[in-house]
């Protein structure tokens, strides 16, 4: 059985900076690609950023420039580093594991930007 295990949201300042982490255990296959999504109040989910085991990666246009996303495959970690933080960052951010055909989340991280 799969889990994704969040950390790392809380209360920041607009402009300020916030690192996410996400550690999956269970039976893990090598290729994978790992990411967050985010939802905010009365919005959809949406993809932040995704990173392939090879290193490929992929963002938002939202967030490109603001936000690295990044891995470490001997601990099946993610991370996300958010710099820049704005008030519409502010969301629950949810760790994504997708492997041979099956998605598996996370049980969703707060994240709240405000002064």
């Known amino acids: 059985q799969v889990q994704l295990v969040e950390s790392g949201g809380g209360l920041v300042q607009p402009g300020g900076s916030l690192r996410l982490s996400c550690a999956a255990s269970g039976s893990i296959f090598s290729m994978n690609v790992m990411g967050w999504y985010r939802q905010a109040p009365g919005k959809q989910r949406e993809l932040v950023a995704a990173?392939?085991?090879?290193?490929?990666?992929n963002y938002a246009d939202s967030v490109k420039g603001r936000f690295t996303i990044s891995r470490d495959n001997a601990k099946n970690t993610v991370y996300l580093q958010m710099n820049s933080l704005k008030p519409e960052d502010t969301a629950v951010y949810y760790c994504n594991l997708q492997m041979r055909a099956t998605t598996y989340w996370g049980q969703g991280t707060q994240v709240t930007v405000s002064s």
């Open positions: 990173i392939s085991s090879g290193g490929s990666t």
